[in-house]
């Protein structure tokens, strides 16, 4: 006769490999935090960054979900203030690209410096790795504001051993092809243009979340 504890044990063993099993299967989760840029401006949503990264990712093998936690207008303030509720704890990895509203309304740089740094640090806190992606001042700003500003995204990089992409737009060419009539916004292609760019940087965020257990 067959004892009903030694069912139990089974039974718990079982479940105990289906729950492996499951997790296993499960999709790993990057959020994108960020403003316009990762929403998706005037764009249809299959065409805003985090769905094309997506399936950039997929195509190359990676079972993946990419969250858009994105708000138009956003500035480095907003995503520190929303950073709990939209990067949930089930979170894996985390993209962070903010900072462009900020040079654009001229906020000092030392705020800005400040609210990227407390991003990335409770993220640290977290034990969830993140790929910080650069923003550049415009160059009418003048030549002080824009040499701090750009400095503040790979100082903190460096600070917390993060993944740095110095430039979030980078390789968009200024034509009606890849950027909207505002100049400033890209568009379908200017996104994928910008996927194929980050993809690299993303793949190695990808490989930090599988080794801390993502």
Do not use: C
Request: a negative charge; hydrophobic letters at 45%; proline letters at 6%.
């Amino acid at each position: 006769m067959i004892r009903f504890d030694t069912v139990l044990r089974a039974l718990a063993i079982v479940a105990m490999l289906t729950g492996v099993a499951r997790a296993e299967g499960d999709a790993m989760k990057i959020v994108a935090l960020g403003d316009s840029l990762t929403a998706g401006y005037q764009l249809p949503p299959q065409a805003a960054f985090p769905v094309q990264l997506e399936a950039a990712l997929k195509a190359r093998g990676h079972h993946v979900e990419v969250v858009n936690a994105g708000v138009s207008g956003d500035t480095t303030s907003g995503g520190l203030a929303r950073l709990d509720w939209s990067v949930g704890e089930d979170a894996d990895a985390v993209i962070v690209e903010l900072g462009a509203n900020d040079a654009l309304r001229g906020l000092p740089v030392s705020s800005v410096r400040k609210n990227i740094d407390a991003i990335v640090s409770r993220l640290y806190a977290r034990g969830v790795p993140v790929l910080l992606a650069g923003m550049r001042a415009p160059r009418n700003m003048g030549e002080d504001y824009s040499t701090d500003f750009d400095a503040v995204f790979p100082d903190v990089a460096e600070k917390y051993g993060a993944l740095l992409y110095p430039y979030f737009l980078e390789g968009i060419p200024m034509s009606k092809e890849t950027v909207l009539p505002d100049g400033m916004h890209p568009t379908q292609k200017g996104v994928a243009l910008i996927v194929q760019g980050i993809l690299p940087k993303v793949e190695a965020l990808i490989e930090r979340a599988r080794a801390t257990g993502g």
